[in-house]
């Protein structure tokens, strides 16, 4: 059994604990919030111990891997000190807000016995795995454009995290899509141009971008259309749509996973989620299938299919379209 913690006990990381705690191959030996509160909550619920400091958790819980949870912008320290330690690491999404903080971690792996995995989850979402398995024959030809979309309704920047104002919809769900885009063209982006709206949340007190559209171009030829904001009504059916296109030389495929194969009709119309729910007192669905290729990734002492270099592409991706937005510009990343 590998010994696995987690620093953040926010939405995330209260899901991962729960997920960790069923998995064959990990134990979960501590869980650990600056706020020592909240820590011990969740340490109580899934019976381990509660720290406030990550360092003293690697040390005395004697980790073998760790799962970073925290908000966007607090990663990079906190990889950083994994990787000291020769702790594997499995974080979120993005790796960090900063292109030079991720070449740097980069240069960290290299010399710890750790191993970083980004939480790409959306990888082993069976519609985009499905999509991914549709084109790998060949028989679509090569792909010439992708559209994508991941929305949140308003309640996520104004009720469920508390630090909209220091990030965007771009670190936040674009990093999302953009990988995906990533993983399908195998390509990396050589131009980047980005527009965007910023008027509803500045309105509410809130100082970020309300909208993202975006416009790439791949190394291979390959156009990318791809929009994130978290304004949607709260009357929508789910908290997240999200979408995606890809047409190709002889063929498209196309996804929509907001609709979920259920609906419920009440006081209200929603669709309960299918692609994360719980089977027979087991949690089931894509943070499941991503935890597992982390963890038998190490139980099997393989490589993680999500490399650290994907993080960074994404990072360096990401930096350029707030570049964009903010000179109102195309900006080359040749």
């Given at each position: 059994m590998l010994r696995m913690g987690i620093v953040g006990c926010g939405i995330m990381g209260k899901l991962y604990a729960s997920l960790i705690d069923q998995h064959p191959h990990l134990c979960l030996a501590g869980v650990c919030d600056h706020h020592l509160v909240k820590a011990e909550e969740l340490g109580?619920?899934?019976?381990?111990?509660?720290?406030?400091?990550?360092?003293?958790?690697?040390?005395?819980?004697?980790?073998?891997?760790?799962?970073?949870?925290?908000p966007d912008f607090a990663h990079y320290e906190l990889v950083a000190e994994a990787l000291a330690a020769n702790i594997h690491v499995l974080v979120e999404k993005?790796?960090?807000?900063?292109?030079?903080?991720?070449?740097?971690?980069?240069?960290?792996?290299?010399?710890?016995?750790?191993?970083?995995?980004?939480?790409?989850?959306?990888?082993?979402n069976p519609p985009y795995a499905a999509i991914?398995?549709?084109?790998?024959?060949?028989?679509?030809?090569?792909?010439?454009?992708?559209?994508?979309?991941?929305?949140?309704?308003?309640?996520?920047?104004?009720?469920?995290?508390?630090?909209?104002?220091r990030?965007?919809?771009?670190?936040?769900?674009?990093?999302?899509?953009?990988?995906?885009?990533?993983?399908?063209?195998?390509?990396?982006?050589?131009?980047?141009?980005?527009?965007?709206?910023?008027?509803?949340?500045a309105s509410l007190g809130i100082d970020t971008w309300d909208f993202i559209t975006v416009l790439l171009k791949y190394d291979n030829g390959t156009v990318g259309q791809f929009e994130s904001g978290w304004v949607l009504?709260?009357?929508m059916p789910q908290v997240v749509d999200m979408g995606l296109e890809v047409v190709c030389e002889h063929g498209m495929v196309r996804s929509n996973t907001h609709q979920q194969m259920v609906t419920a009709v009440q006081?209200?119309?929603?669709?309960?989620?299918?692609?994360?729910?719980?089977v027979h007192g087991r949690n089931a669905g894509y943070l499941v299938y991503s935890l597992d290729v982390f963890a038998n990734c190490l139980h099997e002492q393989q490589p993680f299919p999500i490399t650290l270099q994907d993080g960074l592409e994404n990072v360096r991706v990401l930096e350029a379209v707030h570049r964009s937005l903010e000179l109102g510009s195309c900006v080359s990343l040749g």
């Open positions: 109580r619920a899934v019976s381990t111990a509660a720290f406030s400091d990550p360092g003293v958790m690697f040390r005395q819980a004697e980790l073998d891997a760790v799962y970073i949870a925290t993005p790796l960090t807000m900063d292109v030079t903080e991720a070449h740097k971690l980069v240069q960290r792996e290299q010399q710890s016995r750790g191993r970083v995995m980004v939480r790409f989850g959306n990888r082993y991914k398995q549709t084109l790998a024959g060949g028989a679509y030809g090569r792909i010439l454009s992708i559209k994508g979309h991941l929305n949140d309704t308003i309640m996520v920047p104004t009720e469920m995290i508390r630090w909209s104002h990030t965007t919809p771009g670190w936040f769900l674009l990093s999302h899509i953009l990988d995906l885009g990533s993983w399908l063209t195998e390509a990396p982006v050589r131009s980047v141009y980005a527009s965007g709206s910023r008027w509803k949340l009504p709260t009357a006081e209200r119309y929603s669709f309960p989620p299918t692609l994360m729910t719980n």
